[in-house]
């Protein structure tokens, strides 16, 4: 069946530094991807639009500067933590919606840890 | 937008009895309401979904009610076993396609 695969699965990173993580529909196109943000013991929240070829659009409070996403092709999304703090520690997992059969793919999910 | 909440935040049940968990939405648009599973460290898992022209559906033991009238659903697990226990969440999807999740709800079973 349909599969959304994200990575890295776990990453560290130091204060400061940039990182990237992928989400990629592996087996249908996804002209839109969703990335949703999960710290301990909450819900998922969701953080921003992914379109194909045109710029994301952002939830009402999630940085657009710091929080990049691209999705250059109909398969993949990006989504770069910038400057990286220890705050933005969480569980970051993306989306996609395969059109036939209508539902919503997850992907594996990546644990960002920032020292 | 879409506003989902859902309650309990936590509930306990004796192993073999039933548990029960509802949401509300806020957009009368939403047309498909998903409910997920989610284990410590994993990613959420479908269960069971339902969609605005269905009032309800069963898949074994679990199974989903629709009232598109009150803008209410929920989430009925019967006949429950340890490997219930986890963080279930109910969500709804706007016309825009956005996934609004509720919460959440820590499912404990107890022995």
């Known amino acids: 069946g349909a599969v959304v695969s994200q990575h890295p699965s776990w990453v560290i990173c130091k204060s400061g530094t940039s990182v990237k993580i992928e989400c990629r529909s592996l087996?249908?196109?996804?002209?839109?991807m969703f990335w949703y943000r999960q710290f301990p013991k909450q819900s998922l929240m969701l953080m921003a639009t992914?379109?194909?070829?045109?710029?994301?659009?952002?939830e009402q409070g999630v940085e657009k500067d710091k929080f990049l996403i691209n999705h250059a092709s109909l398969t993949l999304s990006t989504l770069t933590v910038t400057s990286a703090h220890p705050e933005d520690s969480s569980f970051y997992i993306c989306s996609a919606h395969a059109q036939g059969p209508d539902t919503i793919y997850f992907g594996e999910g990546s644990w960002l840890t920032v020292v | 937008g879409e506003n989902v909440e859902q309650h309990p935040s936590t509930l306990s049940v004796q192993e073999g009895d039933s548990a029960v968990i509802k949401c509300t939405y806020s957009?009368?648009?939403?047309?498909?309401f998903p409910w997920y599973k989610q284990e410590l460290g994993k990613r959420p898992q479908l269960i069971i979904d339902i969609r605005s022209n269905v009032g309800e559906k069963k898949d074994q033991r679990i199974a989903v009610t629709l009232n598109k009238t009150a803008k209410h659903f929920s989430l009925h697990i019967t006949e429950t076993q340890p490997e219930d226990s986890a963080v279930y969440f109910c969500a709804a999807r706007a016309g825009n396609d956005k996934i609004i999740f509720g919460k959440g709800t820590r499912l404990h079973i107890l022995p």
């Open positions: 957009d009368s648009a939403s047309n498909y």
């Open positions: 992914s379109n194909e070829g045109s710029k994301a659009t952002y």
């Open positions: 087996d249908f196109q996804a002209t839109t």
